[in-house]
């Protein structure tokens, strides 16, 4: 059984790769803050607070240059700050997390599923208000 060795309110650094087709690997790295911790299932949740760092590497680990990466995907990447994410409690030990591409794009919901929860649902779980019902 893992426990978390951080609290609410702590701040701390996650690396996530994807292999994208061309056979690169993108490493970004975001500071993140720590909304909750969930016990039963030993996850953080977590905001994605500031996209830090990244590099784009080929298979032999050669880095690529800012003219030869792939915009489309670094695209992707840089839309992921401001996300609300679960993360296993392993995940504050700083070693690189790998994904599936379709995490990136969106074709799997890793990145989106915590932040399609209903408003006062997500508010009250994360911390936020409720919010009180206004009569029209």
């Known amino acids: 059984m893992s426990s978390a060795s ?3 309110g702590d701040h701390f650094r996650v690396q996530f790769v994807w292999r994208i087709p061309s056979g690169d690997f993108l490493r ?3 500071d993140v803050e720590i909304l909750a911790q969930d016990i039963l299932s030993e996850k953080y949740v977590i905001l994605l607070k500031d996209f830090t760092a990244a590099r784009q590497e080929s298979e032999e680990g050669e880095m ?3 003219n030869a990466v ?3 995907y670094w695209g992707m ?3 992921l700050g401001g996300k609300r994410i679960s993360l296993a409690f392993e995940a504050d030990d700083g ?8 995490t990136l794009t969106g ?4 990145f989106s599923r915590l932040n399609e929860l209903p408003p006062t649902f997500s508010d009250t779980e994360l911390g936020g208000e409720p919010q009180d019902e206004v009569d029209s």
């Open 77 to 79: 990447v840089s839309s």
């Open 6 to 8: 951080k609290d609410v």
């Open 64 to 66: 690529r240059s800012i």
């Open 70 to 72: 792939n915009q489309k």
């Open 107 to 110: 074709e799997h919901n890793f």
């Open 95 to 102: 070693r690189p997390l790998w994904l599936r591409l379709e």
């Open 28 to 30: 970004a790295i975001f």
